[in-house]
C-alpha cells in the first residue's frame, strides 16, 4: 500500500526532532569526555565522582517530573527548546569547576537540564509521529547513539590538539544555543489526536502505526482515571526492567568477558563493543519492524532475544558466543524503549508529557538501580551469576508486553 505524502512542515519537524536528539547526545558526550580532565582539575577521588554522577542523575529525575506537567501546560516544543539551552549552557560547568562543591553544583545543573530535555524532547517526537501516522520513534533515538559518537570523536579530537577544555565546552554551549534557537520554529505544535488526523493527510495505515488513540479521533469511551493509573505504572515497570538491563550490558559486560573468560582488556573491550553496535542498527530499523508487526511484538520478542543473549552470556565457555550474546542483548533491547514512550505518549489523557515523565523517571531509576544491584550482588555470587536478574527481570515483563497496545484495547491491555 502506498504512504500518503508527509506535508513539508512535518517533515521539517521530523528533522528538527532528529536534530534536537543528536544535540543531547552530543552534550552528554563532551561531558564524558572530559571526566579525566575534570577529575584532574577538582582534585576529586573516583568515590566522590561516583557520588556527584549520582547527584546529576537525582537532579536528572527531578528534572523529569518537573517537565511532564510543564510541557503539557507550555507546549513541549517551548520546554524541549528551553531545555536544550539549559543544558548547552550547563554544559560549561563542570569545565569551570575548581573543586568539589563548584563541580557538585555544576554537574547538579547538568543532569537538571539533562532530564527536562530527556522528557520534552521524547514528548515532541510522539508528535511527530503521530502526525506522520507510522512508528519513527526508535530513528530519534538511534540520532541520540549518533550525536554521541559525534561529541565523543570532537572531544577527543580537541584533547589531543591540545585545546583548553574550558574553550571546547563553551564552542560546543555556543553552537547548541545557535542550532536551538534556529530549530525552535521548526519544532511542531503540541497535537492532540484530533489534530494529528489533520496534518497527516489520509492516514490509512493507523493500525499499523499504533492505532486509533494515535490517528482517529476520540470514540468517548476513554479509560478512568483508575485503569489510566494502572497502565502508567505498567509501562513505567517494563521500563524500568528494559533500562535496568541496559545499564547492566552498558557497565559490566567488559568486567564480565574478563573475569569469566579471562580475556584481556582489549578482548574484553568487545563485549560492550558488540552490544553497542547491535543497539544502534536495531534502532535504526525498529520502525519498520514495528510498522509491519506492532510495537508489541517489537517489545515481546524484543525481551526474548535479549533474555537468550543473557542466557548465553551466562552459560557461555568461549569468547565468540559470549560476544553474540552480547550482541543479542542489545539487539534485543534496542526497540523496546521507544515502543515503550511512544506507547506512554498516547494513553490519551491529555497530559503526555506528564505520563511520559512518569515512566521515564521510573525507568531511568532502573538504569541506575541495574548496575548498582549487580555490584552488591558479586559481593554473594559470581558477577556472571549476577546477570540472572535482568535475565529474570526481562522474561517476567515480557508477560506484559501488551501494556504497550494502542489505547483501544482494555481488557487484554495486560495479557
Not at 521515564?360 to 555490584?375: E, K, N, Q, T, W
Request: aromatic share 6%; charged share 15%; net charge positive.
Amino acid at each position: 500500500m502506498l504512504r500518503p505524502s508527509i506535508d513539508r512542515p512535518i517533515r521539517v519537524a521530523r528533522a528538527a526532532v532528529f536534530a534536537v536528539f543528536g544535540l543531547n547526545g552530543f552534550l552528554l558526550a563532551m561531558w564524558v569526555v572530559h571526566i579525566p580532565v575534570i577529575t584532574d582539575r577538582t582534585g576529586i577521588e573516583k568515590s566522590t565522582l561516583g557520588m556527584f554522577i549520582l547527584s546529576m542523575a537525582g537532579a536528572g529525575v527531578v528534572g523529569m517530573r518537573i517537565a511532564g506537567p510543564l510541557a503539557d501546560r507550555f507546549g513541549s516544543r517551548t520546554l524541549a527548546a528551553a531545555a536544550a539551552i539549559l543544558m548547552s549552557i550547563a554544559v560549561i560547568g563542570p569545565g569551570l569547576a575548581t573543586g568539589p562543591v563548584t563541580l557538585a553544583l555544576a554537574l547538579t545543573c547538568f543532569g537538571f537540564g539533562n532530564g527536562a530535555l530527556d522528557v520534552s524532547m521524547n514528548t515532541q517526537a510522539v508528535h511527530v509521529e503521530r502526525a506522520y501516522g507510522r512508528p519513527i520513534m526508535s530513528a530519534f533515538h538511534a540520532l541520540f547513539s549518533g550525536g554521541g559518537l559525534l561529541g565523543s570523536l570532537l572531544g577527543a579530537a580537541t584533547l589531543r590538539a591540545g585545546w583548553d577544555m574550558r574553550m571546547t565546552l563553551a564552542l560546543a554551549a555556543i553552537g547548541c544555543v545557535a542550532l536551538t534557537i534556529a530549530l525552535l520554529p521548526r519544532l511542531l505544535r503540541d497535537t492532540g489526536p484530533e489534530q494529528a488526523v489533520e496534518l497527516h493527510l489520509g492516514s490509512t495505515d493507523a493500525d499499523s502505526f499504533g492505532g486509533e488513540s494515535a490517528s482517529r479521533p476520540a470514540t468517548g469511551k476513554n479509560p478512568g482515571e483508575r485503569a489510566h493509573s494502572r497502565k502508567v505504572l505498567a509501562l513505567a515497570v517494563i521500563a524500568f526492567a528494559v533500562l535496568l538491563a541496559e545499564g547492566v550490558a552498558g557497565d559490566w559486560s567488559t568486567l564480565q568477558m574478563r573475569e569469566h573468560l579471562g580475556a584481556d582488556a582489549a578482548t574484553a573491550a568487545l563485549a560492550f563493543g558488540a552490544f553497542s553496535v547491535t543497539m544502534t542498527a536495531g534502532r535504526l530499523a525498529a520502525d519498520r519492524v514495528s510498522g509491519a508487526f506492532g510495537r508489541v511484538a517489537v517489545v515481546r520478542y524484543g525481551m526474548l532475544v535479549s533474555a537468550l543473549g543473557l542466557a548465553l552470556v551466562i552459560v557461555s565457555p568461549w569468547v565468540p558466543l559470549t560476544l553474540l550474546g552480547w550482541a543479542l542483548t542489545g539487539l534485543g533491547l534496542s526497540g523496546s524503549v521507544p515502543q515503550i514512550f511512544t506507547a506512554a505518549g498516547n494513553l490519551g489523557s491529555g497530559k503526555a508529557a506528564t505520563d511520559m515523565s512518569r515512566v521515564f523517571s521510573v525507568g531511568y531509576l532502573g538504569l541506575l538501580a541495574g548496575p548498582a544491584v549487580i555490584g552488591w550482588l558479586t559481593e554473594l555470587v559470581p558477577l556472571t551469576a549476577a546477570m540472572a536478574v535482568p535475565l529474570i527481570a526481562l522474561l517476567v515483563c515480557c508477560r506484559y508486553a501488551g501494556v504497550v497496545a494502542p489505547a483501544r484495547i482494555t481488557g487484554r491491555d495486560l495479557d
